[in-house]
């Protein structure tokens, strides 16, 4: 197999990333935008030792959930995955993906993953987008929007079908006012409704599914019955202030202290008064306040950054054993590897993962984990 062979794929899988999975001769070649079952020709691009990697010249033989894309820019821009499958394939086949995921590196049980939860609209719910410039030197121009999914270049785009209509207004803005030259990044946002959110501060990006999160959250920490809940990367305290009637006291630990400083405000606002919020690494304030709660008591809400916790975080909890953990997540791969080290020897237990669609069109996907801890 060459770099420009063109070859005739039957798709047997999607891995995790969107990436259609098919075989020559067991040798694994891997192509994007297309459907499990299709027949497809495609040209090889990439070829390494184990696979190869392949783009999409024609379908041959389409999938009954292929739909045409609502984007003109997809396949170009790398913002999407799915938009070619209808959104019940989308649902799915992520549910598959994060099951066999799970199983893989978290050592979990399919049967503990529940359907996805979607999203009640999947085009225009993205409410913060990114968008970059860079000098197009052949056309003499700039251009503005998203890497391209091929590689490190820029796509020149006058819309995103997956942003809310108020982005799309601002980046019109920005093309009209571009920016002095390439490289220059441009965070798009819709202020989440009586919210306070600094620039930099992160806000789940999907206002339409915030109620189910909220939702499968609460319903977890209502079933543990814990009156204490620690909400550690709590960002602007939006977990903490949410679920603040369903227990005693709370308190939200933040290394951002532009973020705390916000989260007081948003609790002020709401008249939340049984919480506080302390700026600091999660790892230093964790021992204090586990010690301070009675565990048996205590939910431990985490919810960190796509690389997952600190290995030290994960053994502390291990030992102080909280009644419960709630994780929440972007990245099913490093959440399952966390849950297995909480689950290993026995110390806690994986009650079920509920993944909601808070990126639909994209390979990403938000999941919530409800652990117990299991008394000797």
Known sequence: MNIGDTLTLTIHDIAFGG????????????????IVGEVVEAEVTEVKKSFARAKPLRVVTPAPARVQPECRY???????????????????????????????????????????????????YRNR??????????EQKLNIGFIRADGGLVEDIMECKIAEPALNDQITHVRKNPP??????????????????PPDSF?????????????????ALQSA???????AFCGVGFFGIELAARVESFVGLEFDRMAIKAARQNAATRGVTNGEFVAGAVEDLLPGLLIRFTPGATSVLLDPPRKGCWPQTLELLRQTKPAQIIYVSCHPATM??????????????????????????????????DLRCVRS
Request: aromatic share 10%; proline share 8%; net charge neutral.
């Open 225 to 231: 019955g814990a009156k204490y809940l620690v909400d």
């Open 74 to 124: 997809f396949m170009a821009c790398g913002g999407c995955q799915y938009q070619h499958m209808d959104y019940a394939a989308q649902l799915r086949m992520k549910h598959k993906q994060i099951a066999d995921l799970f199983e893989r590196i978290g050592k979990i049980s399919p049967d503990k993953i529940a359907p996805v939860v979607p999203c009640p609209q999947p085009y225009g």
């Open 19 to 34: 990436e259609g999975v098919a075989r020559v001769n067991e040798f694994v070649v891997f192509v994007p935008f297309v």
């Open 129 to 138: 987008i990114m968008i970059r410039s860079q000098w197009n030197k052949p």
């Open 180 to 197: 002095p030259k390439g490289g220059i990044k441009v965070v798009l946002r819709v202020q989440p409704e009586g919210w306070t959110v």
């Open 203 to 219: 806000f789940q990006n999907n206002f339409f599914l915030l109620p189910k999160l909220v939702e499968t959250v609460g319903a």
């Open 336 to 369: 399952a590897r966390d849950l297995n080290l909480l689950c290993a020897d026995g110390v806690f237990e994986l009650a079920c993962v509920t993944p909601l669609d808070m990126f639909p069109q994209t390979q990403h996907v938000e999941c919530v984990a």
